[in-house]
């Protein structure tokens, strides 16, 4: 088995051969071709945004997903809930020496066939290679720029109360898969990781639809991006407990190990609010798409002052607050 050397990361032979094998027939692109000191391309005008996100996440491998979809979803999606299209990405691989050099490429396998699906390029990347011990396995950094589509204005102070709040599908899959394996349980074959590009979905509803903010439900899971938006705009957010969607297996897995499934990370699931008489139909949309088939209307907006409301199934309510501690680190 070939492992990669500290000699892959000198910028010599060993680099070019790296770059040559491993990246560039995945990866490969006019842009990054050219392996010059930096990109080149042109905007059309308007708002452009900008993200930055690094994955360290335990293991590089789970059900549903690895290392390299997440860093390109996770940078995608950042721009995408802010109604941008994900144009141009950028990556930093920091490899530990002795990685196999099949697993580098399945990684760059799973970034090209992430890339395509957000329909975005990589178009300039970096390699370094750490002694043993100074880095786990693999860390990557993508960066990634977008183009705001024209006319949208989106943020916690477009909300008003009554306001529907939406969630794209079933929550906590992600922070579920992640734990269970790193505590050696098997999640059984209909549990995977939701990780995934959610531009097609976003760019569908925000063409047709007064959408008025949006967020990837990530790290703190559901509870903590609805806990921040009702801070943010000043509100009370109510939310049904039975109507936010869950599958069996984190259920049941959450209550075994005494976790609260909505604080577990999502890698490929947003929040939108919407004025109410658009969400069903919002909602109607996002079924149309194989990631949007669990999308379900979950809660409103109300006068109050920041808290997050959870009405439970028992008729009782119950106030969330952010995360404190955190339940498992290395999660993305
Ligand atoms: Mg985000």
Redesign the pocket.
Known sequence: MELVQLGHGDGGALTRELITRVFEPHLGNPMLGRQEDAALFSLPGGKVALTTDSFVVKPLFFPGGDIGKLAVCGTA??LA?MGARPLYLTAGFIIEEGLPLEELEQVALSMARAAAAAGVKIVAADTKVAERGAVDRLFINTSGIGQREAEISLGAEMVRPGDSVIVSGPVGNHGMVILASRMGINPGNGLLSDCACLWPLICEIIEDFPIRFM??A?RGGLATVLKELAVAAGLDLVVEEEKIPLCREVRELAEMLGVDPLYLACEGRFIAVVPPEAASAVVERLHRFEEGRGAAIIGRLQEGSGRLLLRTSFGGTRVLDFLRGQHIPRIC
Do not use: A, F, I, P
Request: overall charge negative; proline content about 0%; cysteine-free.
């Open positions: 999606n950042d809930v967020r990837d990530t």
